[in-house]
């Protein structure tokens, strides 16, 4: 159906979607329209789509997200405490003898194994490091970017009171 021009039942229906509350792209995906359809025939008939209800689902969003790494980097500092702990407690391993597969019971995990465990406890804490830098580099990051607008806005109103004054 793209391409066909809109009936004015089409245009009637999206007045009224609109009217009912629906997104653009919820009434372009029930009429089977583009979403560039949509918004050139709803600014034609005058209509806007409130981007406040967008913003506030996004940023619900990203304090979910938020919340669940929260909660991920408690559960890898877990497994990473988890993981150590087994570097200090009795192992079985599992040896090939001549009269077949024997197990022996060690009072510690074989270099190897520890050195494997270790691995995987540094991951876990490395995976919760950087979740961590992430959630703290979201305020730096928006420092910053104040900072170099103010700094920005300093730099003009500076250049500005230089050429009021041309002695100074």
Same mark, same amino acid.
């Given at each position: ?14 007045? +009224? ?16 329209? =583009? ?109 910053? =970017? ?16 230089? +050429? ?5």
């Amino acid at each position: 159906m793209a391409g066909a021009p809109l009936t004015p039942e089409e245009r009637d229906r999206i007045a +009224q979607l609109h009217a009912e509350g629906k997104t653009r792209n919820d009434i372009a995906r029930e009429l089977g329209r =583009s979403q560039s359809t949509i918004t050139k025939v709803a600014r034609e008939l005058g209509l806007t789509f409130d981007r406040t209800a967008t913003a506030a689902a996004t940023k619900a969003k990203q304090l979910d997200a938020k919340a669940r790494r929260a909660q991920l980097k408690l559960d890898l500092l877990d497994d990473a405490e988890r993981l150590r702990l087994r570097l200090w407690e009795p192992t079985t391993v599992v040896l090939s003898t001549p009269k077949g597969p024997a197990e022996v019971r060690l009072p510690l995990p074989p270099a190897r194994d520890a050195r494997d465990i270790m691995g995987a406890v540094q991951a876990a804490v490395r995976s919760h490091v950087d979740l961590d830098r992430l959630d703290v580099s979201d305020g730096a990051d928006n420092a910053k =970017s104040m900072l170099g607008q103010l700094g920005e806005a300093l730099q003009i109103a500076a250049d500005q009171l230089g +050429q009021a004054d041309p002695e100074g």
